[in-house]
């Protein structure tokens, strides 16, 4: 495959770069902790399962987006509580990509030989203010004047907007939004950190309430508290510290308009088709050859857009290809076998990083009853910030 | 400290802000004026003619800040639409509202609330007419109603 214009991954200019440790909280309404105490949790579990010293980090990212929590400088109480002192460290924000976002950083630190050994925390906190609230701050992440201001947009009408132009143009149906919930829910059940562990009916799920229509409670992911951190390292390092190092071969990031209005349609995200040929370029791989995926599912729709723009199948084809059960464990390519954000629950901020976390326990074959067979030992996230605002797509592998 | 039925103990913080927001419009103040008087313009660039919605003075596509105000239209045909059920916290006495997106014949799009119109009424490729509004707080804002 070509290379494509503004991918990272697999250069000659650059170091290879391993996930070596992994670390994930907790998903829910964790009212039981502050914010650093909850960074905390991924932060030492990622430090331990990389079996390093915590001074040997040189640079922490941290992936959170903030204002539903009291903490204007989330980074530096996350970094003063954990220890971290003296390191390269910043807070980067991309919405619900923001975790994304903080891998990329660690791993351009790593790549570029700024750190030998660099972390990227994805935290989000967004239960410390009131639910109409938290919808409120994350409805202003378009073009607030046009679009907040006297429209009330939130997140649910921007993918609902979708979801009605998808069901107009490829005949899909609320009964088969609320199927992506029940595959949701049933790996969910499977996942003792998952926000909801409990199996749902397409019946419960119809009949749950509008939050904007055509979408329903249970078409939306929920309001999350969660933490999940990675531990990254050079080549050299990497081999000295696991055997089983998992590797970044590729990420692709990209962005689209932040009015809707400027949208080119609606069945699908700009910034999502371009994020994953980015990221297939620099891995040097197509779609047909992930064995695993996370894909981006804030609401239903957003998993069915996320088949077709990331080539699992072809556009208009994703409710085909989740009604004939390749997107579960056992098909084609198995999709958010986590509960994904829809049960698992979206810490806005922390999901980037949750998703690396899941991707790189089944391509270490660590999943459990959830383990999915990984025969090209290649899998991938897909993390989207806002309504396709921001896109990264993140290539993993067994082989660098 | 506060203790709720189940929930473990939190500190209820005594600090409340008031968020309200200074927007500028010097730019694109034109527009708002004309919409007082029922009239729907925004920007073209003088230099390589790209018309833009929402009204931008610098344009996007040349860079260039020789913009003039055009007559942007009000006639749309619906593209897609949502129902706002929840609302925002600071839309709580407004809703719930209808929410489309309309395209206008010269190609641009709007979004903007759908006014006297039932969500079985409203499907893509429904005729829509832009008007001009005034909030209850007496700010312009402007809304779809649907052409019967």
Redo the contacts between chains.
Sequence with gaps: MDSVKGTLGLSEKMRGVAIVGIGHSRFGRR??VSLAELGFESIREAVEDAGIDRKQVENVTLGSVGSWY?EGGPAVVVNEYSGFKHVGSMRVEAACASGSAAVRNAYLSVASGESDIAMAVGLEKMSEV?T??A??LM?RGG????????????F??YY??????HM?RFGTTEEDLARVAVKAHHYGAMNPLAQFQKEITIEKALSS???????KVYDASPVSDGSAAVVLASEETARKLTDTPIWIRGIGASSDTA?????DG?VGLGASVDASRKAYSAAKIGPEMVDVANCHDCFTIAEIMAYEDLGFCKKGEGVKLLKDGQTMIGGKIPVNVDGGLKAKGHPIGATGVSMIVEISKQLRGEAGKRQVPTKNGIGLTHNVGGTGHYCYVTVLSRSR | MSQLDSEPPTIHSQRTLHLRYNIPISKTHQFWDSLKDGKFITTRCKDCGEVSFPPQADCPVCMSSNSEWVDLGTEAELVTFTYVQITPTSFVDSGPYHVAVGVLPNGLKVLAWVEGATTAELKPGVKLRLEARLSDGGSPYYAFVPVK
Aim: proline share 2%.
């Design positions: 009212t039981d009291e009131d109409l609230t919808i409120e409805g073009s607030y004047l046009w679009e907040f201001e006297n429209f009330g947009m939130t649910a009408s609902a907007m979708y979801a009605v132009a107009n309430q509008v939050v904007s229509w055509p979408l009015n809707m209005s400027r949208r609606y």
